[in-house]
């Protein structure tokens, strides 16, 4: 699996992950700094894709859209 930076080395990139994080950390509560939660991982990634849904991203532009790997990456780089 790739590290943190490999996986935000954008803005766009930072954006996304940022978004997913602060859903994974609504979802999970504080606790998730100090244990990596499965459950509200994958609930914070399907909400995640639904926001992208919403978001209607123009097409030109180039949106990359994480995966659930990289997610639980990010996750777990984000205990303390």
Known sequence: ?????????????????????????????????????????????DAYLIAREEADLPAEIPWNKLTINEGWVLAHDLRS
């Open 1 to 45: 699996l790739p590290e943190s930076d490999a996986i935000v080395k954008s803005r766009r990139a930072l954006v996304e992950g940022s978004l997913l994080m602060a859903l994974y950390v609504n979802i999970g509560g504080d606790n998730v700094y100090k244990q990596l939660n499965i459950d509200a991982l994958m609930k914070a990634y």
